[in-house]
């Protein structure tokens, strides 16, 4: 069973659990839940959560759900973070480095290609690496940044996940970085949404690949 | 107490929005102000200082991106 998470301001659970329900059972699961029994990966979806008050993602790591989020994360279970997920798995420790505001300011809306960087995390497993997937990014906020030094330790430990493709960029991410893995490679998250690429009929079901991954490592744990 | 919180992006970090006010001053006749740099300001009041600064890593400010200061005011 696939977790949905829903913060006030989320915008795109629906895509996200209607993408869910095509690898696997799928339900929602309100931020004001505490406990998550039952459920085998979470996405934490993309939206506006809490306004983005702050910065984004500030306020909803506070969440009630989110501590038993964090619980799931380190007892090994699949978390996926999308746009405004993985700013709130950032803000939350979760996930290494932080989202800033595009280098070009202009909120984005458009189709991009990815490159898989590395195939240790749960949701890119049994891709292959330097597969190209075709997935839409849209955001304001999509920089990832962290300083170098982490930059190095993330490349070298693999956790870099996903790259836009060669002068795909869209936002002035650092070393073209679209997404990142914690350490263990069991949380992800990423500013394109691989739920809205799930239906040859809207161009590409590339971003499928990363949900039935997770379904194959939630059936293995 | 009141207290305001200034937060800015660390040094090094590009701010967009600090180079988009900067390119628009000389159009208004300002040519020479350089090094634009666009926080926030948080103002509030604490029945206990000594919490501010935790406050402000946890919450108001992200330590990986953004410098604070804490000014009281009274």
Redo the contacts between chains.
């Keep these: 069973m696939f977790g949905v998470l829903q913060f006030p301001g989320s915008c795109d659970e629906r895509d996200a659990l209607a993408a869910c329900e095509r690898v696997s059972e799928a339900r929602m699961i309100w931020h004001e839940e505490t406990s998550l029994d039952g459920i085998d990966a979470i996405v934490v979806p993309g939206g506006f959560s809490y306004g983005d008050y702050l910065r984004a993602g500030a306020i909803a790591r506070f969440a009630p759900a989110m501590e038993a989020v964090r619980e799931f994360a380190e007892a090994g279970g699949p978390v996926l973070g999308i746009c405004n997920g993985f700013q709130v798995l950032c803000e939350a420790g979760l996930l290494p480095g932080a989202l800033l505001p595009n280098d070009g300011l202009r909120f984005l809306c458009r189709q991009v290609d990815l490159e898989v960087v590395s195939t240790d995390s749960a949701f890119t497993r049994g891709l292959e690496e330097g597969e190209r997937l075709s997935v839409p990014v849209k955001h304001m906020t999509g920089r990832y940044f962290a300083p170098p030094g982490m930059l190095d330790e993330l490349e070298a430990r693999g956790q870099v996940v996903l790259r836009y493709g060669p002068g795909q960029n869209p936002n002035g991410s650092a070393r073209d970085i679209a997404g990142v893995s914690n350490e263990a490679g069991n949380v992800m998250g990423l500013m394109p949404h691989p739920e809205h690429a799930v239906d040859p009929l809207t161009g590409s079901d590339d971003g499928l690949k990363l949900f039935a991954a997770a379904a194959k490592a939630a059936v293995a744990a | 107490m009141k207290a305001r919180v200034l937060i800015r ?1 660390k040094e090094g ?2 701010d ?2 600090g180079k ?1 006010v900067e390119r628009a001053l000389p159009a208004l006749g300002f040519d020479s102000v350089r090094d634009v740099r666009v926080g ?1 300001l948080v103002e509030l009041e604490a029945d206990d200082a000594a919490h501010l600064e935790d406050l402000c890593e946890k ?2 400010a ?1 330590p ?2 953004e410098d604070y200061e804490i000014q009281e005011i009274g």
Excluded: F
């Design positions: 992006p970090i590009l967009p929005q988009a926030r919450l108001l992200n990986l991106i």
